[in-house]
Each structure stands twice: as structure tokens, then as C-alpha cells.
């Protein structure tokens, strides 16, 4: 069973392009959760998805941020209109539907806007 | 916010026991114990979570107080490839809060 799969695991983008990270959770997880780091900083929760429902995005930016996780495929944080401020390390998180069990997470995307 | 305290950092001498305390005084019933580790810019990894009672897995030991209120982790021989930052977070189940709430950690260092 592979684990939580990123990609890409680096991304180089120009201000004002766009950037979209992909996460593919592990096999029989419905639930997936997506953390920003910034350098030198402590993750912090961006949102929280089960499949094709938006259930918690209270520390998403209003602005520039969304993500979806469709029935089929990768779940994808897309950000337009990348800014400096946007380099980070962007972590995805997946789990069953089980109330009680853990989240595994992935090795992260690391993006750079230049 | 995190809810929990931890402290900022820890020492650890290799081959002996890493006990990092955690404070969630605030804990509800409906909250379990999770704590995760991060090996410089890794992704997070799961260690362990309990609910009441004390747990034990292949890579540490879980000990909850009675009242609930803080927990211990327990490294019972930790190496140098454990010195990481530690995190202790309340997550809920049954209409708690169910996303992981990271706060500052504990980063713990293991010295030859």
C-alpha cells in the first residue's frame, strides 16, 4: 500500500503564474487535509476535504486559494496569481472515514516563486 | 490555536529514555492524544494517540494521566535519528475538531 503521494515534489513558479500541487491519498482514505509551512515556521492547516466536499477550509486564504478533491483522482490545491509570500511547503494528509484513526502524510511539494 | 503546551526544546543523551511532557488541560471526552514528529523538512510522521488508557507501539509509549489533562510520550531508547520536532494535538471524533491542530512542538535533540 503506497503511502500519500505528492507531486511535484519541487515547483518553480513566476509571480503571477499559477501553481497546482496534487495529492493522491492512500488507498481507502476519503479524507485529506492540507498544511502550508513556511520557512522556519510550524505547519498550519489550510483545509479539509472528503471526497467531492469542502469540509473545513477555515485557514485557506479567501483569495487566490482552492482545492478540490473529486470523485476520481488526485486531490489539487491550486493557487493563481502566485506572490513571493507563497514559497512554502505545502503537506497533504490522508485518513479513512474512521473517526479514531490517524493521518499519514506526504513528503510535501515545495514551492518557489521567483 | 493548538490547545496544547509543550515545551520549546529537550535534550536527550542516545541509548537513554526521551520523556516529552505535553499539557491539554482543556482536553474534552470526545478528544483523543495524537502525537507526530518532524524530521527537519519531512513530512509529519504519526508516533501514536490514545484516548484514556496508555498505549505502546514499536516506536513509543503513550502515558495518559487519569484526569487526562497531560500526556507523556516515551521514547524508551532513543537514537540519534529521533532528534526532530515533537508535536502533541487533540483531535476529536463524534462533532469534535477533526483536523490536527500543529502547534510549536517540542524539539528534542539526541546527543551522542
Known amino acids: 500500500n503506497a503511502g500519500v503521494m505528492q507531486n511535484p515534489r519541487h515547483l518553480v513558479r513566476r509571480r503571477g503564474q499559477e501553481a497546482r500541487l496534487r495529492c493522491s491519498p492512500m488507498?481507502?482514505?476519503?479524507?485529506v487535509y492540507w498544511y502550508r509551512q513556511l520557512p522556519e515556521e510550524g505547519l498550519k492547516f489550510m483545509v479539509y476535504?472528503?471526497?467531492?466536499?469542502?469540509?473545513?477550509e477555515s485557514g485557506m486564504p479567501k483569495e487566490r486559494f482552492s482545492a478540490e478533491f473529486p470523485k476520481e483522482g488526485p486531490s489539487i490545491l491550486r493557487i493563481q496569481q502566485v506572490v513571493r509570500g507563497d514559497s512554502a511547503a505545502y503537506f497533504c494528509?490522508?485518513?479513512?472515514?474512521?473517526?479514531?484513526?490517524?493521518?499519514?502524510f506526504g513528503q510535501g511539494t515545495r514551492l518557489t516563486v521567483v | 490555536d493548538a490547545k496544547t503546551t509543550q515545551p520549546p526544546s529537550m535534550d536527550c543523551a542516545e541509548g537513554r529514555a526521551a520523556n516529552l511532557p505535553c499539557n491539554h488541560s482543556?482536553?474534552?471526552?470526545?478528544?483523543?492524544v495524537y502525537w507526530y514528529r518532524q524530521i527537519h523538512s519531512q513530512g509529519p510522521q504519526y508516533i501514536i494517540h490514545?484516548?484514556?488508557n496508555n498505549e505502546t507501539n514499536e516506536m513509543a509509549s503513550l502515558i495518559i494521566t487519569e484526569d487526562r489533562k497531560s500526556s507523556t510520550l516515551i521514547l524508551p531508547h532513543a537514537t540519534l535519528r529521533d532528534t526532530a520536532v515533537y508535536y502533541c494535538?487533540?483531535?476529536?471524533?463524534?462533532?469534535?475538531?477533526?483536523?490536527?491542530?500543529f502547534g510549536k512542538g517540542t524539539k528534542l535533540t539526541v546527543n551522542p
Open positions: 494528509a490522508s485518513s479513512p472515514p474512521n473517526e479514531d484513526t490517524e493521518a499519514f
Open positions: 488507498k481507502g482514505h476519503s479524507h
Open positions: 476535504l472528503q471526497k467531492e466536499n469542502i469540509i473545513d
Open positions: 482543556t482536553i474534552s471526552g470526545n478528544e483523543y
Open positions: 490514545g484516548l484514556k
Open positions: 494535538m487533540r483531535k476529536g471524533i463524534q462533532g469534535g475538531s477533526e483536523k490536527l491542530v
